[in-house]
């Protein structure tokens, strides 16, 4: 485990003194001294402490090696946008193919949803999934069909499902795009997204039900994100004719009711 390095790496980055991280995060500069010294390990307490400090995940801040960074890796840091948004780094997508190596949309059955912010790389999480074609659909880019539950994105209503596309670059969002975001927090949510990376490392994610407020989403929150591509819900949305296709069918009524007269003076 680099941890200790990595620590070591982070604070001079910043210009900080041993004596300046352990004082804010409560700890004596011995102590936090033989953690970067590899001395002592960090429980999990200030592990967090750690990955809350420096704005990193607790897996990427034990797991990664900071000396490979280039100076790129090292302003997303610095920018609190440590996710690799661009997707330069080739983002994990685990998926199923046919016999003749064509990708299938594998179905996230409700049950199966609550495990997905675990299992949504894990082949045999997602082995065991349904799956199915959609011959309209492009054969160059990646689909999967999520669950969607309560009433916060009309007309598409719980229990109906819906299908994205992977996104690989995140700066390609356009701001307004309905989107399932994969968060590590709320797991699989369905929302407009608005496209906030470059002045707050955020996307804000809204409902078309206005009852739910929008709320912002840094992006060291979220694992996927997938662009809705359409939809298959159990339901037939309501159709509400507006004033002009109300006028429409009134003319169209008016229109037979002439023809009819028509007809009976005839005869």
């Known amino acids: 485990m680099s941890i200790g390095n990595n620590l070591k790496l982070?604070?001079?980055?910043k210009k900080l003194s041993q004596e300046d991280i352990a004082t804010s995060l409560g700890l004596t500069r011995s102590s936090y001294s033989g953690y970067e010294?590899?001395?002592?390990q960090p429980n999990i307490d200030n592990l967090i402490a750690f990955s809350e400090y420096h704005s990193i995940p607790i897996d990427e801040l034990?797991?990664?090696d900071f000396e490979t960074f280039s100076e790129a890796d090292w302003q997303r840091i610095e920018n609190g946008m440590y996710t690799d948004v661009k997707g330069m780094k080739l983002r994990v997508l685990t998926c199923k193919v046919t016999e003749d190596e064509e990708e299938l949309i594998e179905m996230i059955?409700?049950?199966?949803?609550?495990?997905?912010?675990s299992g949504y790389a894990d082949p045999d999480y997602l082995r065991v999934l349904p799956t199915f074609t959609l011959p309209f659909l492009s054969k160059d880019r990646k689909y999967r069909s999520f669950p969607i539950k309560g009433d916060s994105m009309?007309?598409?209503v719980e229990g109906s499902f819906v299908v994205g596309e992977f996104i690989q670059n995140w700066m390609?969002?356009?701001s307004g795009t309905?989107?399932?975001?994969?968060?590590?927090?709320?797991?699989?949510?369905?929302?407009?997204?608005?496209?906030?990376?470059?002045?707050?490392?955020?996307?804000?994610?809204c409902s078309t039900n206005t009852f739910y407020q929008p709320y912002m989403v840094h992006v060291n929150d979220i694992l996927e994100i997938w662009k809705f591509v359409n939809y298959i819900s159990p339901e037939l949305p309501n159709v509400q004719i507006d004033n002009n296709g109300i006028?429409?069918?009134?003319?169209?009524?008016?229109?037979?009711?002439n023809e009819l007269k028509n007809i009976i003076l005839k005869k």
């Open 10 to 13: 982070l604070r001079k980055r």
């Open 37 to 40: 010294n590899g001395v002592a």
């Open 62 to 64: 034990v797991k990664k």
């Open 109 to 117: 059955p409700m049950k199966a949803s609550a495990g997905y912010t």
């Open 154 to 156: 009309p007309p598409v």
């Open 172 to 174: 390609t969002i356009r």
């Open 178 to 205: 309905p989107c399932i975001v994969v968060t590590r927090d709320e797991g699989i949510v369905f929302k407009i997204v608005n496209n906030y990376l470059e002045k707050e490392q955020s996307f804000q994610l």
């Open 247 to 257: 006028s429409r069918s009134i003319m169209d009524l008016q229109q037979e009711v």
